[in-house]
C-alpha cells in the first residue's frame, strides 16, 4: 500500500511559476514509478508527466514538454513538478500517481488506468 500527499498547488500568473511535491509512504518508494496528471473542469484527467523507478527516464505529454520538469528523491520518497512559464491552460487539479514498475510498454506511463495509487490533488489556477 502506496500513499500519497501532493503540495505546493497555488494560485500564480501566467509566465509564473510554481513547485509541486508528492510525498509517499513506505518503504519501497523506488519500486514505482511516479507520475502527474491533471484534471480540468469538464474534461478528462489528463497526462502531464512521468519518471522511472531510477529517475533517469522521463516522460512529458507535449503541451508542457520544456516547461515542466519531474524529478524524485528516493531517499525522501518525494517526487517533484516543476512548473515554469505557466499558461492559464495549466489550470487544474494536478494528481500524483503510483505504479509498480514493471515490464511493460512505454505508453503505460501515459496512461492513468495503469497507476494503481493516486493523492488526493492539488489545485493550480494560473491567472491570465
Known amino acids: 500500500q502506496v500513499q500519497l500527499v501532493e503540495s505546493g498547488g497555488g494560485l500564480v500568473q501566467a509566465g509564473g511559476s510554481l513547485r509541486l511535491s508528492c510525498a509517499a509512504s513506505g518503504r519501497t518508494f523506488s519500486r514505482y514509478a511516479m507520475g502527474w496528471f491533471r484534471q480540468a473542469p469538464g474534461k478528462e484527467r489528463e497526462f502531464v508527466a512521468a519518471?522511472?523507478?531510477?529517475?533517469?527516464?522521463?516522460y512529458y505529454a507535449d503541451s508542457v514538454k520544456g516547461r515542466f520538469t519531474i524529478s524524485r528523491d528516493n531517499a525522501k520518497n518525494t517526487v517533484y513538478l516543476q512548473m515554469n512559464s505557466l499558461k492559464p491552460e495549466d489550470t487544474a487539479v494536478y494528481y500524483c500517481?503510483?505504479?509498480?514498475?514493471?515490464?511493460?510498454?512505454?505508453?503505460?506511463?501515459?496512461?492513468?488506468?495503469?497507476?494503481?495509487?493516486w493523492g488526493q490533488g492539488t489545485q493550480v489556477t494560473v491567472s491570465s
Open positions: 500517481a503510483a505504479r509498480l514498475e514493471v515490464v511493460t510498454t512505454t505508453s503505460a506511463y501515459r496512461n492513468k488506468n495503469e497507476y494503481d495509487y
Open positions: 519518471i522511472r523507478w531510477s529517475g533517469t527516464i522521463t
